[in-house]
């Protein structure tokens, strides 16, 4: 199973910017589909945006034109840089690895804090 670890969450003002970069150990990383999922307080976990291993993208419409994923093959690392932050993106944010046809070899980062608040 692969080992994801994200990092990059915080405190930000609304209008600010993160970005928030997931590192994925082992091989393989590049067959991978890569997403970003949210979860606030209360609420069920969410897509944010997910790229494959191609390199096409997906968003959720609440952060499109604002949120922008993509990945680095060479460093087995996905990011998420999101702009225009608002209130209603803070949020538990987890970094996800979705095997093609093994979905045992799938796996979930620990999460990363952010926090929209002036």
């Known amino acids: 199973q692969v080992q994801l670890v994200e990092s990059g969450g915080g405190l930000v003002q609304p209008g600010g910017s993160l970005r928030l970069s997931c590192v994925a150990s082992?091989?393989?990383?590049?067959?991978?589909?890569m997403g970003w999922y949210r979860q606030a307080p209360g609420k069920q976990r969410e897509l944010v945006a997910t790229?494959?291993?191609?390199?096409?993208?997906n968003y959720a419409d609440s952060v499109k034109g604002r949120f922008t994923i993509s990945r680095d093959n060479t460093k087995n690392t996905v990011y998420l840089q999101a702009n225009s932050l608002k209130s209603e993106d803070t949020a538990v944010y987890y970094c996800?690895?979705?095997?093609?046809?093994?979905?045992?070899?799938?796996?979930w980062g620990q999460g990363t804090p952010v926090t929209v608040s002036s």
């Open positions: 082992g091989s393989s990383f590049s067959i991978y589909t």
């Open positions: 790229i494959s291993r191609s390199g096409n993208t």
């Open positions: 996800n690895a979705d095997h093609p046809y093994l979905s045992a070899l799938n796996g």
